[in-house]
C-alpha cells in the first residue's frame, strides 16, 4: 500500500499500525525512527486505540537473564528488554508457539516448575499483569490446583494439564 494513502488511512482511524520496528513506522499518532519501535500499552501488537501506542527506543544491552515473553512478530524472547532490542513489542493475542515445557501465560513464557499468575485490571486502558512464579513444595509429584490453594488467589486456580494459572483481582 502506498505509504500517502497508508497514512490516510491511519489518520482516519480505517487503519491499524502495526507494532513493527524500522524507519517511518506509523505508530498511533507518531512515527518511529531506526532506533525505535512501536508499543502498545495493551500488548495488542498495534490493535489498540491510537492513544495506547507510542514509540520507544529500542535500547542496546540487556541484562543476562531468562524471563521469556513472546514478541509481536511471533517469536519467543528471552527477556522483554531482548525482545525490545529486536525492535518487537509484546504480546498477549497468543502468535506465539511455546517450546516443550513451556506455555503461555498472556505475554509472558512459563517455564517447566512454575504456575501462571494473572492480575486483571478493572482500570480502563491498563492492561492485565501476568507472572510466572515457582511452584510450591506442594506441588511436588501432584501437579494440580490443590497443590496451589496455599498461594495468592490459589482458589481461582484453572488447570490446562499440569499447566496452571491463578487470576487475581486488581485494582
Known amino acids: 500500500m502506498d505509504r500517502a494513502v497508508r497514512g490516510f488511512l491511519l489518520s482516519m482511524g480505517l487503519l491499524i499500525a502495526a507494532c513493527n520496528p524500522g524507519s517511518g ?3 498511533g499518532d507518531a512515527v518511529c525512527n531506526d532506533a525505535e519501535y512501536c508499543v502498545d500499552d495493551l500488548y495488542q501488537c ?3 486505540p491510537a492513544a495506547s501506542l507510542h514509540c520507544a527506543t529500542r535500547g542496546a544491552l540487556c541484562p543476562a537473564m531468562s524471563a521469556p515473553v513472546c514478541g509481536c512478530d511471533g517469536a519467543v524472547y528471552d527477556s522483554a528488554c531482548v525482545a525490545a532490542v529486536a525492535g518487537h513489542d509484546l504480546s498477549v493475542l497468543g502468535a ?3 517450546q516443550p515445557g513451556q506455555f503461555r501465560c498472556g505475554y509472558r513464557v512459563c517455564e517447566g516448575a512454575q504456575y501462571c499468575q494473572r492480575t486483571t485490571s478493572d482500570v480502563g486502558g491498563t492492561p492485565d499483569a501476568y507472572d510466572c512464579l515457582t511452584l510450591p513444595a506442594a506441588c511436588t509429584g501432584a501437579i494440580g490446583c490443590g497443590c496451589l490453594s496455599g498461594v495468592n488467589c490459589g482458589d481461582t486456580c484453572t488447570a490446562s494439564g499440569a499447566q496452571l494459572t491463578v487470576t487475581c483481582p486488581g485494582g
Open 96 to 98: 506465539c508457539a511455546a
Open 25 to 27: 513506522t506509523r505508530c
Open 46 to 48: 498495534g490493535a489498540s
